[in-house]
């Protein structure tokens, strides 16, 4: 998705966000690797958990735009059943319906 691509280069975390709550490094921790439940790989290296990714990356091991890019290839595989879900049959016919609502206030 174009909103990994668009997140802040290097992937450092805000001063008030705290130490870990880095958009990019949540999505991966809380989204990818649970519905996945596999290892997430980035550069020809596979990442048992999040933080063993971190960890390669503070020790720049690991280059901020390979993570991007391997984020949006996995939140697209996420997203590609339901994409198909809606792609024909009712459930396309109810998506259209749904997108042709305009709110009116």
Do not use: S
């Amino acid at each position: 998705p174009a909103e990994v691509y668009e997140a802040e280069d290097p992937l450092k975390p805000k001063a008030e966000w705290g130490e870990m709550i880095n958009p990019i490094f949540v999505y991966i921790k809380e989204i990818v690797m649970p519905y996945t439940k596999q290892p997430f790989a980035v550069g020809g290296k596979a990442y048992a958990t999040a933080d063993e990714l971190i960890a390669d990356y503070r020790a720049a091991r690991v280059d901020p735009k390979a993570i991007k890019q391997a984020l949006a290839d996995a939140l697209n595989r996420c997203l590609d059943p339901i994409r198909a879900h809606f792609a024909q049959g009712a459930p396309a016919a109810l998506l259209k319906d749904v997108m042709a609502i305009q709110i009116t206030r």
